[in-house]
């Protein structure tokens, strides 16, 4: 059993930037890519940011230049560092986690809600 827990979603206001993490834990074996998502109310759930194992990043275009994802494998946890907010930036944040055997879990979310 895996569990991913992700945490720092906040009410923020346009500009600001918050920090999630997300942390993996149970009967990991061979973790690959960990990423983010997201999704708004009325919306598909959308990538955000991609890491994997080695180190090779894929942003969606919303986020480039604005988020940073970074990994400490040794702790199978991922940030996301968000600058810049925007409030449609506002959504539901979801970790999930994929092992080289392509097996997937998905954390609970944590809410972001940018507004002023």
């Known amino acids: 059993q895996v569990q991913l827990v992700e945490s720092g979603g906040d009410l923020v206001q346009p500009g600001g930037s918050l920090r999630l993490s997300c942390a993996a834990s149970?009967?990991?074996?061979?973790?690959?890519?960990m990423g983010w998502y997201r999704q708004a109310p009325g919306k598909e759930r959308e990538l955000v940011a991609l890491?994997?194992?080695?180190?090779?990043?894929t942003y969606a275009n919303s986020a480039k230049g604005r988020f940073t994802i970074s990994r400490d494998n040794a702790k199978n946890t991922v940030y996301l560092q968000m600058n810049s907010l925007r409030p449609e930036d506002t959504a539901v944040y979801y970790c999930?986690?994929?092992?080289?055997?392509?097996?997937?879990?998905w954390g609970q979310g944590t809410q972001v809600t940018v507004s002023s």
């Open positions: 149970g009967s990991i074996f061979s973790p690959n890519a």
């Open positions: 999930k986690m994929t092992t080289t055997s392509y097996d997937s879990y």
């Open positions: 890491i994997t194992r080695g180190g090779t990043i």
